[in-house]
């Protein structure tokens, strides 16, 4: 390897010399043009083309809609920012009335189209749902590639989900069911595997206010889990492997028998409801029925027999959580299943994917989005989980929120009675404690 060295001036060479005669004006010149065609080469690289799908979509709408009246509507959820929304919003409605269509308010038209801009791990995908009169609305859709190594920005998490902290303790928590509250909870019940544990929250900390035991002839299974519902016409319901408890009488006390009933999958205050299935836009909603699946009272996860067939499917795979969301005129069914997939059952047919979630599922009904969305956890690396929000609106799951973190994996992950907040139960591995929280999303501002 040779090693540097520095030229010396050559000797007797003469140097050029700037000509001082040439136009100032003209250096000027040149330097601002040059200049504008840096500036315009940034912003192009920038800034992404979306004429391409701008043109699909607006096709494929017209060719639904024809030419004439139409009330429009953009929602983003994806990670967009606002500029780029901008852009594609105006974009779609020059492609659109190149096509014929006349922009009116909701109450002049006899047509609506909500388009939706939403994205997964490979791709942006945006949704038309079109409604024309009474007719069942039809969907269209196309996607648009991601560049490669865009991160998402903040904007990608339209709503937020909170952590709240409900409970902590040394010993094994299989849920926390709230039984009062105000502006906080006041009085809960602690579900363990041999007991549950009424608490009320009095001079600013939990105390205990009774202890019912739980009997039980066979041994629990070692991943244990257990359910724990308030019921109509009694305090509560438990489900346990092989075992179901309820609660009689005053005094307080607690019955149990051996039972291979199915355990509820709906949370009663959604039983029996109809629901629209997106905000706004939906004309009519799905009945959510008492769907219930049966339990393998010897392992961890669901068998796959339900109580309820789905459209014309009485068994699912088997799994180890589900959710559900209202769609127009059915719900769709989400499991994660043992197989690790998710599968996505309507009534006729059973989609499947892989995702990077977790065993842990959750339905929740808010008034942020698409009014549902569904919780997942992560994969975890057996030491730490965390909890998204995602909506599907196209079979594909979009993130709506940032992840929340857990200093521990999770344990279970249950719907609230009301449907509309999720508790969580983690193992924090840096205490050793068990520590239940509530999930609820919060729309952003």
């Not at 990670?79 to 009335?97: C, F, P, T, V, Y």
């Not at 904007?155 to 009062?180: C, H, M, T, Y």
């Not at 035991?213 to 092989?242: E, F, M, Q, V, Y």
């Not at 127009?328 to 006729?348: C, E, I, P």
Request: net charge positive; aromatic share 8%.
């Amino acid at each position: 390897m040779r090693e540097a060295v520095y030229n010396l001036a050559i000797p007797n060479a003469r140097t050029n010399r700037v000509n001082r005669n040439f136009p100032r004006a003209h250096v000027i010149r040149i330097l601002s043009q040059l200049s504008c065609c840096l500036l315009g080469w940034a912003i192009a690289c920038g800034a992404a083309d979306w004429n391409s799908p701008e043109q699909q979509l607006a096709r494929k709408i017209v060719a639904v809609t024809g030419p004439g009246a139409v009330a429009l509507t953009v929602q983003n959820r994806s990670s967009l920012g606002k500029r780029d929304q901008e852009i594609i919003q105006n974009g779609l409605r020059s492609a659109m009335e190149g096509l014929g269509i006349r922009f009116v308010n909701t109450d002049q038209a006899a047509v609506s189209v909500a388009i939706f801009l939403s994205e997964n791990s490979a791709s942006y995908v945006w949704t038309a749902e079109i409604r024309q009169g009474p007719a069942e609305p039809a969907v269209v859709l196309v996607s648009a590639a991601r560049a490669a190594g865009v991160p998402a920005s903040r904007e990608s998490v339209p709503l937020n989900l909170r952590k709240i902290p409900l409970f902590a303790q040394e010993g094994r928590i299989l849920d926390v069911a709230v039984l009062e509250e105000g502006a906080t909870p006041t009085l809960i019940a602690v579900l363990e595997p041999e007991r549950v544990t009424i608490y009320r929250w009095q001079s600013g900390k939990w105390q205990q206010e009774q202890t019912l035991g739980i009997t039980h002839a066979r041994p629990w299974p070692r991943d244990l889990r257990g359910r724990l519902r308030p019921a109509k016409n009694r305090l509560w319901d438990i489900s346990l492997p092989g075992v179901a408890c309820s609660t009689a009488g005053m005094p307080l006390a607690l019955n149990c028998r051996e039972s291979d009933d199915p355990w509820l999958l709906v949370p009663a205050a959604l039983m029996g409801g109809s629901f629209t299935a997106i905000s706004g836009t939906a004309k009519t909603g799905a009945t959510i029925p008492a769907m219930a699946a049966f339990y393998a009272p010897t392992r961890n996860f669901f068998t796959g027999a339900l109580s309820s067939p789905i459209g014309k499917s009485t068994t699912a795979p088997k799994f180890y959580s589900a959710a559900f969301l209202p769609r127009d005129k059915y719900l769709l069914w989400l499991f994660a299943a043992t197989d690790g997939r998710l599968h996505m059952m309507d009534g006729l047919s059973d989609q499947t994917a892989r995702v990077a979630w977790g065993s842990d599922l959750a339905s929740v009904r808010t008034g942020c989005g698409a009014g549902w969305q569904v919780l997942a956890s992560s994969p975890g690396d057996g030491k730490a989980d965390s909890v998204r929000a995602y909506e599907f609106p196209d079979r594909e799951p979009v993130a709506v929120s940032a992840a929340v973190d857990f200093s521990g994996p999770m344990t279970s992950l249950w719907t609230e009675a009301t449907g509309e907040t999720a508790v969580a139960v983690i193992k924090n591995y840096e205490t050793g404690n068990y520590e239940a929280f509530r999930l609820a999303v919060v729309c952003s501002q």
